[in-house]
């Protein structure tokens, strides 16, 4: 093995970026090898490829500090992968969205992760709820948990572990790497309180929400009562006058004189006395007037 450093470094770029997947060490050590057939010869190719290709890693992982990938060891080896912080502007390559998964899925992977071996009627011994067939099939498609075979109790019933995929899926070399389960309480009531004040000012908003919608709701109500009355005072006025039949005029000219004629005799009855003796003087004035003209005449 005999390239310049420089070179050994672009050659591992170069087939970290083209394999597609991780390689590990060994992987790598098998690009410097020479085709022979002396076994023990290749070994040795093999041992002092790994010291150089060791320090060609740490330099790209150091290249890569001011670029948006960076290149990280995990559990099936070396890769390139995009930085955290730079995966949710990229994320419109795909078409598809991001998988959403569900609290009882992480629940029981991290079981699984923390407690293995273990049985599914343990996990749900641990979180108090049945564990859903297709959670656990779900795990199985993803490759992230495998049967490591059967417990030696009545039923005989499975025991799960996590696989490499697991490992590399959460950039993770082994499972020590893992977080403490500590820091993972911390982390679990943070989120609850978080939960549970985002609940109460849900609950408050809804409340004041149905408040001033039953107020609308009250206010609404009084108009329609309102404007009912008052049809219901309008139809029965309507319903009044329909029923009330109007006044007809059905004297004729004839009963109007009668009961003229009728009502004089009683309309002098009832003259007042002043009235009567003012007109007695008033015809015998008339009435000598009438004997003088006579006796003139003579």
Same mark, same amino acid.
């Given at each position: 093995?005999?390239?310049?450093?420089?070179?050994?470094?672009?050659?591992?770029?170069?087939?970290?970026?083209?394999?597609?997947?991780?390689?590990?060490?060994?992987?790598?050590s098998?690009?410097?090898?020479?085709?022979?057939?002396?076994?023990?010869?290749?070994?040795?190719?093999?041992?002092?490829?790994?010291?150089?290709?060791?320090?060609?890693?740490?330099?790209?992982?150091a290249?890569?500090?001011?670029?948006?990938?960076?290149?990280?060891?995990?559990?099936?080896?070396?890769?390139?992968?995009?930085?955290?912080?730079?995966?949710?502007?990229?994320?419109?390559?795909?078409?598809?969205?991001?998988?959403?998964?569900?609290?009882?899925?992480l629940?029981?992977?991290?079981?699984?992760?923390?407690?293995?071996?273990?049985?599914?009627?343990?996990?749900?011994?641990?979180?108090?709820?049945?564990?859903?067939?297709?959670?656990?099939?779900?795990?199985?498609?993803y490759?992230?948990?495998?049967?490591l075979?059967?417990k030696?109790?009545?039923?005989?019933?499975?025991?799960?572990?996590?696989?490499?995929?697991?490992?590399?899926?959460?950039?993770?070399?082994?499972?020590?790497?893992?977080?403490?389960?500590?820091?993972?309480?911390?982390?679990?009531? +943070?989120?609850?309180?978080?939960? %549970?004040?985002? &609940? #109460?000012?849900? =609950? !408050? $908003?809804? @409340?004041? /929400?149905?408040?001033? *919608?039953?107020?609308?709701?009250?206010?609404?109500?009084?108009?329609?009562?309102?404007?009912?009355?008052?049809?219901?005072?309008?139809?029965?006025?309507?319903?009044?006058?329909?029923?009330?039949?109007?006044?007809?005029?059905?004297?004729?000219? +004839?009963?109007?004189?009668?009961? %003229?004629?009728? &009502? #004089?005799?009683? =309309? !002098? $009855?009832? @003259?007042? /006395?002043?009235?009567? *003796?003012?007109?007695?003087?008033?015809?015998?004035?008339?009435?000598?007037?009438?004997?003088?003209?006579?006796?003139?005449?003579?």
């Amino acid at each position: 093995m005999s390239e310049p450093q420089e070179q050994l470094q672009h050659i591992i770029e170069a087939a970290l970026l083209a394999a597609g997947r991780p390689l590990t060490l060994d992987h790598l050590s098998d690009l410097f090898v020479t085709m022979t057939e002396d076994e023990s010869m290749a070994n040795e190719e093999r041992k002092v490829a790994r010291k150089r290709i060791r320090p060609a890693l740490k330099q790209l992982q150091a290249d890569c500090e001011n670029r948006g990938f960076e290149l990280v060891e995990v559990a099936s080896g070396w890769r390139f992968q995009v930085k955290q912080h730079i995966a949710p502007h990229i994320a419109g390559l795909w078409n598809s969205r991001p998988s959403r998964y569900s609290r009882a899925m992480l629940e029981t992977l991290a079981l699984i992760a923390y407690r293995q071996p273990i049985t599914r009627s343990e996990i749900e011994k641990i979180r108090g709820v049945s564990v859903s067939s297709e959670i656990m099939k779900k795990l199985l498609d993803y490759d992230w948990i495998r049967v490591l075979g059967q417990k030696s109790t009545p039923g005989h019933p499975r025991i799960y572990g996590t696989t490499t995929a697991f490992l590399d899926h959460f950039s993770l070399q082994q499972l020590g790497d893992l977080p403490p389960l500590d820091e993972l309480k911390d982390t679990a009531l +943070e989120e609850n309180r978080q939960l %549970n004040e985002d &609940a #109460e000012q849900s =609950m !408050q $908003e809804g @409340l004041k /929400q149905a408040d001033q *919608e039953k107020q609308e709701q009250e206010i609404e109500k009084r108009r329609l009562a309102k404007e009912a009355a008052e049809q219901k005072e309008a139809d029965a006025a309507a319903t009044l006058q329909a029923d009330t039949p109007p006044l007809e005029n059905t004297d004729s000219a +004839e009963d109007s004189d009668q009961f %003229n004629e009728d &009502a #004089e005799p009683v =309309m !002098q $009855e009832h @003259l007042p /006395q002043d009235d009567q *003796e003012e007109k007695e003087p008033e015809a015998e004035h008339v009435l000598d007037t009438y004997q003088s003209e006579e006796m003139d005449s003579i």
